[in-house]
């Protein structure tokens, strides 16, 4: 695993369990914890596409 995702992933699982706790009803808490993880996860991508060409 590389170091960013290794940084980065267990504040994405951290995420992804405060979203899971939240009811389905509230749907805009929900997008955003969506949208922060996907956030995440596009830095952990760009991060890793960078050190490709290091």
């Known amino acids: 695993m590389s170091p960013v995702r ?6 994405i699982t951290q ?3 405060e979203h899971d ?3 389905h009803e ?3 808490e929900r997008k955003s914890f969506q949208r922060k993880i996907l956030f995440l996860m596009n830095a952990i991508k760009l991060e890793e596409f960078e050190q490709s060409f290091a």
Not at 6 to 11: A, D, G, L, R, S
């Open 26 to 28: 509230n749907i805009e």
């Open 15 to 17: 995420l992804l369990r």
């Open 21 to 23: 706790r939240l009811p």
């Open 6 to 11: 290794e940084h980065y992933n267990p504040v």
